[in-house]
């Protein structure tokens, strides 16, 4: 049985999908209807792109509802749970905040900055139905940042499913789902980024099914006087959290795995391992003074 890699770019990022198998054709065809998933869901919800629905539905802020069908009102759907089992912290009408935070730029934003776009964020204000959505207010956004890349993820381990494939591995920038386990029963080994030391991993972990995602503050942020000013931001505050150096968690999806990660990130060290452990999600997580606290079964 051989191993099968396709590297592609998506979503702004290098990508990879590993296939086993013994006939290279179907291989390459299944890891094609996989990419091309990926790609479908960027163009559809990416908000860098005027055409996607995102873009849509930002333009119409203030304005009428946008209809919206059922693969768009069941993310939206995922997104009020999420904003629900956060407390509020986690909230797709944030993205407004990127507006002030510049992270090629070495400065923190300041209140004045950052009031007018607090008073855009609201997920409670966003009107849904099963067929629309309305931004009730100018201004206001929805962003999948949050999730879309997760869900890219899932949907093309379902499509490599639906092909027939029955060991692979789906990665989108270190976010990965895994189809079964390698041909020869053995587990595969998924390399976790060590947060502080680029070069290094913190872990390799034996995974036979289901997802992986890392949430952190290392992949985006600035230092200003010494402190780390990471790009997952606080809806509540506009700030950035300072919490966790990284939290990796194993999950049945990688819509899962990923939303629970950057949860667990903003609620912070003691309330996030409390929260993971209630959820009884395997993790992985690095505190804000480096100690490893391993709950990854």
Not at 271 to 284: K, N
Request: glycine share 10%; with cysteine; charged share 20%.
């Amino acid at each position: 049985m051989t191993l099968h890699r396709f590297t592609f770019r998506a979503m702004a990022a290098e990508n990879e999908v590993q296939i086993h198998g013994e006939d290279a054709s179907r291989a390459e065809a299944a890891a094609a209807g996989a990419i091309a998933e990926v790609r479908r869901i960027e163009a559809k919800y990416s908000r860098y792109r005027a055409t996607s629905v995102v873009s849509r539905i930002n333009a119409q802020a203030g304005g009428a509802p946008v209809a919206i069908d059922a693969e768009t009102g069941g993310l939206l759907t995922f997104a009020a749970a999420c904003h629900g089992q956060s407390g509020g912290a986690f909230d797709a009408t944030s993205g407004v905040l990127r507006r002030a935070w510049r992270f090629d730029a070495n400065r923190v934003p300041t209140d004045d900055e950052l009031a007018p776009l607090l008073a855009l964020i609201g997920w409670t204000r966003v009107e849904l139905t099963g067929e629309t959505v309305r931004l009730p207010d100018p201004g206001m956004e929805l962003d999948f940042g949050g999730f879309g890349k997760e869900y890219a993820v899932d949907r093309a381990a379902l499509v490599l499913n639906a092909m027939g494939v029955a060991s692979a591995l789906v990665n989108l920038a270190g976010d990965l789902t895994i189809l079964g386990s390698q041909p020869d029963g053995s587990p595969w080994r998924v390399g976790i980024r060590h947060p502080r030391r680029e070069d290094a991993l913190l872990a390799s972990l034996p995974v036979r099914s289901g997802a992986i995602a890392t949430s952190g503050d290392y992949e985006r942020f600035i230092e200003v006087d010494g402190v780390r000013h990471c790009h997952i931001l606080d809806p509540r505050s506009g700030r950035s959290v300072h919490s966790f150096q990284s939290v990796t968690v194993h999950a049945s999806s990688c819509l899962v795995a990923g939303s629970a990660s950057t949860i667990a990130m903003l609620k912070g060290e003691e309330d996030g391992l409390a929260w993971l452990e209630a959820l009884g999600l395997s993790h992985l997580c690095v505190r804000a003074n480096g100690e490893v606290v391993d709950r990854f079964h």
